[in-house]
């Protein structure tokens, strides 16, 4: 699964999971979903998986951000501005 992937299924994901990535994210980044102190943690850490986003986070911004703009964004749009999120504000 790809970073692109994770946040195309970002409303079907659990609450309470945590989106890890391969650094340095971009679109096509290594990508999976856990619940933070799960087995599946570990395996995607294990992988050199990083932590990016908490889904309740991500899906929460976009949420928030989507609404401020004059067009709906593309997937790939909504990504890349989750990846800047992710590097300087989050």
Excluded: N
Excluded at 32 to 46: I, P, Y
Excluded at 60 to 66: T, V
Aim: aromatic fraction near 8%; hydrophobic fraction near 40%.
């Amino acid at each position: 699964m790809t970073l692109l992937d994770c946040i195309q299924r970002i409303d079907a994901l659990p609450d309470d999971s945590t989106i890890y990535a391969k650094h340095p994210w971009m679109l096509s980044s290594e990508a999976k979903c856990a619940v933070e102190g799960s087995q599946d943690e570990s395996l995607a850490k294990a992988a050199g998986l990083r932590y990016f986003l908490e889904v309740s986070i991500a899906r929460e911004f976009l949420q928030d951000w989507r609404p401020s703009l004059k067009d709906p964004p593309t997937l790939e749009i909504c990504c890349e501005r989750l990846i800047e999120y992710a590097i300087h504000d989050a």
